[in-house]
């Protein structure tokens, strides 16, 4: 799982171009026929597994905007994705199916690895839409152009204090999620994600892209340790439910950056709604890293650090403080 806002780019699959100028509207949504609520969230949900694309992603957080250059196509029914990242850590990511290729080119270093599909900007959605209408207000709030499209905004406003609301616009013609924001109960906006450049249905050189993903000459390459578990076998349960959260999978992993050697290995358990998530990262206790329990927030995503028994926990989530400290003081060890 990407980790709030700030790996919403880093791992997202298929938003990872040169500027040109924007196309007029590819889609009357006037001329559509009208679509149910379910039917948009389905379109917004398939979409990104149906449709090539390239364009440019910006992130929003409390004034500061990163960017990241996306191509992303469909070869054989799976997909193809180049993701440039700017920043302090620059990095470029290839994903082929299942397979995650990262590359820092600062440090020459690569990592290898092997994810399920990530539940981040285009590709949001989990779970079947009557889902997230149990825990979700879902409704059609109008059109607007993004990047150039002609799109359809869809409010999803939480039924209770456990989640945030969610704003989507969806291109008219293909249903891709164009634009998101993350907004908490007074309305305010704590986290926007959006093309500021988008074509669709690009004329991609695959072949490049796979000669780009196999030419590591000059690069140290690492195979990073993901292994598939449960936190039964791990010794882990919740003591009690968070409401409309439910369990979406659990790994053993390395922590830390890819690029970095003797990362610790730790549990990772991942929550979701259907839209947000909570990921609960459990290590052992080390005094001298460990050194005190704290709690942050960055836009929508907030962290909490705590001591358990002879194991350390961070929980880290898109979802209010309160949803992160509930997790918290429901984990415990299996007696």
Known sequence: MCVGAVMFVACVSGVWAQQSAAPGP??????????????????????????????????????????????????????????ETQGNRPRIAYRHADEVLTLWPASRQAVREKRDPLMSFPNLLQGPASRLSQVYRVGVAGSDAVAGHASKR???????????????????????????????ARGQ?????????????????????????????????????????????????????????MPVSCYRRELGHGDSAGAPVAMQWIFS???????????????????????????????????????????????PAQTLQAFADALERKP
């Open 26 to 83: 590819t889609a009357s949504p006037a001329a559509q026929p009208q679509k149910t609520v379910d039917e948009w969230l389905e379109r917004l949900q398939s979409a990104p597994r149906r449709n090539s694309y390239a364009g440019t992603v910006e992130v929003s957080i409390g004034g500061h905007v990163s960017s990241s250059r996306i191509e992303h196509t469909l070869v054989g029914g799976q997909t193809v994705d180049r993701i």
């Open 154 to 184: 869809i409010d999803l406003m939480p039924r209770d204090d456990w989640r945030f609301g969610y704003r989507l616009w969806s291109e008219a013609r293909t249903g891709l999620p164009v634009k998101m924001q993350i907004v908490d």
């Open 189 to 245: 906006v704590l986290e926007q994600s959006a093309f500021s450049e988008l074509r669709l249905s690009p004329a991609l050189d695959v072949d490049a892209l796979e000669r780009q993903r196999r030419d590591l000459e000059g690069y140290t390459v690492k195979t990073s340790s993901l292994q598939r578990t449960t936190a039964d076998q791990e010794g882990w349960r919740l003591s009690r439910d968070v409401p409309g959260f």
């Open 273 to 319: 709604d259907g839209l947000g998530s909570v990921s609960l990262f459990l290590q052992p206790y080390d005094s001298a890293q460990h050194l005190r329990e704290v709690q942050l927030v960055q836009g929508a995503t907030h962290v909490l650090t705590r001591r358990v028994q002879d194991w350390w926990l961070t929980a880290v989530g898109e979802v």
